[in-house]
């Protein structure tokens, strides 16, 4: 099999994927695809075809909720559980989590930009390299799912664990560095030109030793070792036009950690429900095509209103070689018995159908999307009734944040991992490490109600201190980014208000003496 050979699933979603990416961009990318999207009318003509694309509104509603979507869930920001940064693992995890891909992007950056990739597209993965040049230290690279173009998962030592995974990227030519006069003349070696060439990285899981002079000895369990190895392969061209460009390796590498093959690939998938390779229907499938609908629509509502709305002069009797003038400067005059003018106007309910149609597309996608689309009522509406509405599209954005924090876990169990001693990254619990997103989208914070009954509960030893600090958080009561420890120092610094102290300028008047010779009130007694 070609090392360019694809995954049977990335052939089936290609399609989705990409149309995904078009109705994300916005108008120009959808005119763009032009027949893709848009089917020409019977007998159009190119011409006619342009103007009726352009004449079109695309509304880019996809765009929209997927926005608010990731929005939603970076309402709060990510948190991250690392070790204490006194010991060198704990340093190592809080640069990463500083600067996650060696280019300046924060974590919670990093992971905004894997929930919009897992939204828009469905899926997306993360390769945890190790630079070991300047830094010295593990970094993550995250790859688009149309660059994951093979994968292949395998029973290996009673685990089913990947054994394959190509990506396709970009890099420097490695073919062609040759410094003579015809590659200087093309082009080639020149500094202000970028030598970049599509590239396969084949990451892949091979039985027994992958070095020389290494011995394929089986575990104390009797498990056989497997080894991580990494090949980048490039195109080379052919000798004349009529011979085909093959893929050839330029690269073999085996990373190593402690001096040994790592026993797993390092690469961690990104999907809406699972951290699985499988590949997952895409979130706004239904809402994108609804879209492309609505567009269509809005392309025939626009090309019927162009040909109808516009009123349109005629005349009868008059000279047909006569040059006939419309303004309030001037008249029609005509010598012809009988000769009239008027106006053609279009009366009907044709175009009605398509303001419908397009009304009722809209009210789909806000339904299957987010409220965010939906007409705003008048009246007052309750929390209570507001959460309800919107449960649906609040069920669907906590899956997808739990598998995101989950597999963005997974990329934290390896950087931890890579400066450990642990065997593998299986071993790291979430007692160690862990990324917590946004899970609540409730627009109401805590209630004062609630958060009696939390201060009750931490007083009565139920739960702790930095338990009640993390609820207060989540219902909005702590502002975000303040950690409980800084919260503790707030609250043992914050004087306790002073009793109120009586006016020295006052003057104190007794208490009124009780009447003199007034007997005491008794119930009257009927005898």
Request: charged content about 20%; cysteine-free.
């Amino acid at each position: 099999m070609p090392v360019q050979s694809t995954h049977p699933d990335y052939d089936a979603n290609l399609v989705a994927w990409q149309r995904a990416r078009d109705v994300i961009a916005g108008e120009d990318a959808v005119k763009m695809a032009g027949i893709k999207y848009l089917p020409r009318l019977d007998s159009q003509t190119d011409d006619e075809y342009v103007a009726y694309k352009m004449r079109a509104a695309f509304f880019n509603a996809t765009a929209r909720i997927a926005d608010g979507y990731v929005g939603r869930i970076f309402r709060r920001e990510p948190t991250f559980k690392l070790p204490d940064t006194s010991a060198g693992i704990g340093r190592a995890l809080d640069a990463f989590v500083a600067d996650a891909d060696l280019l300046g992007t924060p974590m919670a950056a990093y992971a905004k930009h894997v929930t919009h990739e897992v939204i828009a597209v469905g899926r997306a993965g993360t390769l945890i390299d190790w630079e070991d040049e300047a830094d010295q230290r593990a970094f993550a690279v995250l790859y688009e799912t149309e660059q994951i173009i093979n994968w292949h998962s395998q029973r290996v030592n009673g685990r089913n664990v990947l054994t394959l995974v190509v990506l396709k990227e970009h890099g420097k030519n490695r073919l062609q560095t040759s410094t003579t006069p015809e590659n200087l003349t093309a082009g080639q070696n020149d500094p202000f030109r970028a030598e970049s060439v599509e590239q396969l990285r084949v990451l892949k899981l091979v039985p027994g030793a992958s070095r020389t002079g290494d011995q394929s000895t089986p575990a104390a369990d009797g498990s056989t070792p497997w080894s991580y190895q990494v090949e980048l392969w490039q195109q080379q061209p052919g000798e004349s036009k009529r011979t085909k460009t093959e893929w050839v390796v330029v690269d073999t590498r085996t990373p190593l950690r402690l001096g040994k093959p790592l026993p797993l690939i390092p690469f961690v998938f990104h999907g809406p429900k699972h951290s699985r390779p499988n590949v997952d229907k895409l979130p706004l499938a239904d809402i994108i095509a609804i879209n492309l609908d609505h567009y269509r629509l809005s392309a025939d509502y626009r090309h019927g209103l162009h040909f109808t709305a516009l009123p349109t002069a005629w005349v009868s009797g008059f000279d047909k070689t006569s040059n006939l003038r419309i303004g309030s400067s001037t008249a029609w005059v005509s010598e012809t018995p009988g000769a009239t003018a008027g106006y053609l106007e279009f009366h009907g309910q044709g175009l009605m159908t398509f303001e419908r149609a397009m009304t009722q597309d809209e009210l789909l996608m806000a339904v299957l999307g987010s409220r965010m689309m939906e007409e705003q009522k008048r009246v007052g509406e309750t929390a209570a009734s507001i959460e309800l509405r919107q449960s649906g599209e609040n069920a669907v954005l906590s899956a997808v944040s739990l598998s995101i924090s989950e597999s963005l876990s997974q990329v934290l169990r390896w950087v931890y991992w890579w400066n450990s001693t642990e065997t593998t990254p299986g071993d790291i619990g979430d007692q160690t490490v862990l990324v917590s997103l946004n899970a609540d989208f409730t627009l109401n914070g805590m209630a004062s109600t609630e958060i009696t009954a939390v201060v009750a509960a931490w007083k009565a030893g139920a739960i702790s201190r930095d338990t009640m600090f993390d609820l207060f958080r989540m219902g909005d009561v702590l502002p975000v980014g303040r950690s409980n420890e800084d919260e503790a120092k707030l609250v043992a610094g914050t004087p306790q208000p002073a009793p109120v102290a009586a006016d020295p300028g006052a003057v104190t008047l007794p208490a009124p003496a009780p009447a003199a010779n007034v007997p005491a009130q008794t119930p009257t007694q009927k005898t």
